[in-house]
């Protein structure tokens, strides 16, 4: 027989099954792999453990199973009535270990109230003996898909993590500096945190920026945008809800502030929260502990909450939108992120920065660097949607640009036709302008900095060489010689010599 006629197709799942009866397990277990899932069954607790933790221990696994730390179950079916250390036990130990594994139990008819405790800890559902065949695979198709929901969100977010690592953070500027201070002063203390600024400033980067340097780093960053939730679903999205909570209610669901446990909550316009929610809010705030919809029994909440908005929260307070109590609860410690506009000097490092980010996403390692009078345009722009704008503004320029410089016609049109020459550059076409104005001498400073980089990483890059380090940067021997003096940059000694 051929190795392809042996080898076995991949199966679609793989299932645990935890029940004390042989013909229950027989059943559970040629049922599924009649439908491609690799199936694990065992008699006990203490044996699904030991099967986790060692697949190779006890009996040999079913066909295609492998239930090992690197590939484990994706769904769990466990019996509540077992002999040894109970299903309700069991749970606990396997959300503990595995807190991905979605568990299905089994019980008897007049068991509901222990299984319906079971989900309460963090089961995913449960089905009663005798149990319906179709019923049974559908409840374990439903947690599956649960399963890879959530692998699909802890996917993104670590993509999210990669886009808003604090690193990303970047500015000269006095008013910046002093925000990367006050973050690392703030970080490590357990206080909510209000943090004020316009959209596009980077609040939400400032927030997960606290969350990395914090105590609770190892903990979820569960971001909301308070005005993109429909009234109607804001509190069971914010405190969850119990199964037949209300018409739709299929299943208990945890709510954002579950979900964030051990973590941070970080509330983007947090000004839109409905007054319900706000009531709800303050509770968790002031009591640590939350409700769900349709609950009876509080359950604790231990959270961090970051808060922004990009009106003035007091001002809200006045005209009756916000309460007092929460406004008081939320604003410890505030931040105010300064709009773009205040902060020129910062426009061609966050410039630089993005360049460097989209011509690798984009796959365009030929555009290298910003023309002086596209840079001059940048800096003049007062840009309304602030860092989000220049953002998309580089993004735009390095799909279109046609050389090896972005210059003002790769600009978007917003940007190419604004007036390059008023005070924001110091340039003479702004009679109360000077070439030494503090502004302009930091935006020099910033353009140096992005020219030294560059010219560094194309000497490095050449093992020294500045004939090849020109040509890599595009521009003459002499241009380069002249930058390396001017900048002050010195010659590494290991370089080769080059005969002129």
Known sequence: MSERAQARPEPRARLLVVEDEARIRAIVTKLFEANGFAVEAVGSAEEALARLEDPTSGSAPGPGSSLGPDRGPDVALVDLALPGMNGIELLGRLRAERPRLQVVIMTAYGSISSAVEAMREGAFDYVTKPFDNAELRLVVERALEHARLEARVETLEGQLEERF????????????????????????????VLIQGESGTGKELIARAIHRYSKRKDGPFVAVNCGAIPPTLVESEFFGHEKGAFTGARERRRGRLELADRGTLFLDEVVDLPANAQVGLLRVLEEGELVRVGGERPIACDVRIITASNVDLAEAVEEGRFREDLYWRLNVVAFRIPPLRERREDVPLLADHFLR??????????????????????????????VRELENTIEHAVALASGDTIRPEDLPPRVAHGTAGHSAVGSSGDPDSTATSPLQQAVTRAQEAVERRLIEEALRDTGGNRTEAAKKLGVSRRTLFTKIRDLGIERDPTEPNEST
């Open 357 to 386: 980010r989209f011509t690798e996403k984009l796959d365009r390692p030929e555009v290298r660097g910003l023309d002086p009078a596209a840079l001059s345009l940048l800096v003049a722009h007062d840009w309304p949607g602030n």
């Open 165 to 192: 690592r604090p690193e990303n953070m970047v500015g000269t500027s006095g008013a910046m500096a002093d925000i990367f201070q006050r973050i690392a002063k703030v970080a490590p203390l357990d206080t909510t």
